[in-house]
């Protein structure tokens, strides 16, 4: 296998070394050194993403992509290899969408890599199509019952539920929220799935779930145990007849608050600044809800069509 891959890269290949690594060179640079996933994910993983969940995942991601490869050495991460990890994700039973955040994290790795000069020329990632999943929200009614159980197992759960369905945060942007983030109205998160902060205006039920929480040290929700909250939402879940709903999950909350925001006529891309969005393509999955507003169309068109009255 290594033998193989040294011989088929670009550039000048040199035989495998006694410890059955291989080098060549491209376009000029220093001879390179054959390498493997895993190896650049522990040379560049801490510098490309910061430590918590999400570099986790990655983790779990790079590690799955290099075991279904059987985790062979390379000098050039090749089309071929590209497209025998999509192949082998996909026989694994991953979805297209899941097939595309894996494959972005490979991709952020290898790019880093060539930069770096570890590796030769890139193959080019394609994008999978993805199928629009249904986007699960509460109404205004199940949010009562809900919180309601919530917040008999813990009241600062309810209140966390509270925030996050009226700010829209993510879970992890409301645990990383602190104290001098907060300014009156107004919240800043800082520790967002883009990099990027945001800030946002508080309801004043929101107001009042963070004001409860006064005695909490560095945050309004620092400190709370993702597990934990998973039980009890899980069982609020079941004591509201709601157990075989398993699109009801926590980032529901998210949901709905763009739901309200469209159906409300907020537009849609004050829908996205609030979200924190990166794209507009990602708030548009919400777009439909604003379907209602299509009915002032109709005077327009039935006005066009009707007969030109002329003068006798």
Known sequence: MRSAICSGSLGKAKPPSDEGECSATFGGQDAMVST???????????????????????????????????????????????DEAVARLKEAGNSNATVNRKLSALSKLLR???????????????RQKERQGRIRFLEQEEEERLFSAIGAMSDIFRRLCIFLVDTGARFGEALGLRWNDIHGRMATFWITKSGRSRSVPLTARAQKAIAASGGRSLGPFYGIDRQQFRKAWLKARQQIGLSHDTDLVPHVLRHTCASRLVRGGIDIRRVQMWLGHQTLTMTMRYAHLASGDLAICIPVLERASEPEVRPS
């Open 112 to 126: 880093k890599a060539y930069r770096m000069g570890d590796i030769g020329p890139l193959p080019e990632f394609t």
């Open 36 to 82: 493997d996933l895993l190896e650049l994910l522990d040379r560049y993983g801490a510098v490309l993403w910061e430590d918590g969940r999400h570099q986790s995942n990655v983790n779990a991601f790079i590690t799955d992509i290099h075991v279904k490869l059987k985790a062979p050495r390379f000098l050039q991460f090749s089309q071929r290899m590209l």
